[in-house]
């Protein structure tokens, strides 16, 4: 088979969870993390995005109303990335979710972004961070990317949220 590369311009548009209750989890990504809903379908489903667009995130209950959150090691998704695009506003998030008494799974700098992890209410991966620019990316000396799981300065990082 000959060697497809997909378009440099190719982004991930959007993910669609499957949730058990809908109403506890727009308290999470509307409530908590601020997605504003753009379209909903009864009890059933709901779009929810960040400025405008026509949906980032899709919630349903189609297959899983009432359902047990899915096994973790059964396959499936690991979590769904959340990029901010400064720095400032994922110290905000992260003030907010302490305030909020939310708990984090995890919190690491991989050198070319820093990530806080948490679970929504039906176990699913959150992954909330930011990329630093790339140009500042470790690099070895053939030019190959070097990512890295070091530990995130959660102080350091929250210092931001109070400027």
């Known amino acids: 088979m000959k060697t497809y590369k997909i378009p440099d311009s190719t982004r991930i ?6 949730v058990a209750d809908l109403d506890r989890a727009l308290s ?16 059933q489903a709901v779009f929810i995005s960040a400025g405008g ?6 919630l349903n209950t189609w297959y899983s109303k009432n359902g047990p959150p899915a096994p973790q090691n059964s396959p499936g998704l690991f979590h ?11 110290a905000v998030i992260l003030k907010r979710l302490l305030d909020a008494g939310y708990p984090l799974t995890g919190a ?5 972004s820093e990530a806080l992890y948490l679970d929504d209410p039906d176990g699913n991966g959150v992954e909330l961070y930011w990329d630093r620019p790339q ?10 990317l070097i990512m890295k799981t ?3 300065d959660l102080e350091e990082l929250l210092a931001l949220a109070k400027q």
């Open 150 to 152: 070091d530990r995130l």
């Open 13 to 18: 548009g959007h993910v669609h969870l499957k």
């Open 53 to 58: 667009y026509h949906h980032h995130i899709g």
């Open 80 to 90: 769904t990335a959340i990029l901010y695009e400064e720095r400032r506003q994922l």
């Open 135 to 144: 140009d500042t990316w470790p690099v070895d000396r053939n030019g190959n």
């Open 108 to 112: 690491s700098d991989h050198g070319v």
């Open 28 to 43: 999470f990504y509307q409530g908590l993390l601020g997605f504003e809903i753009t379209q909903r379908y009864g009890d």
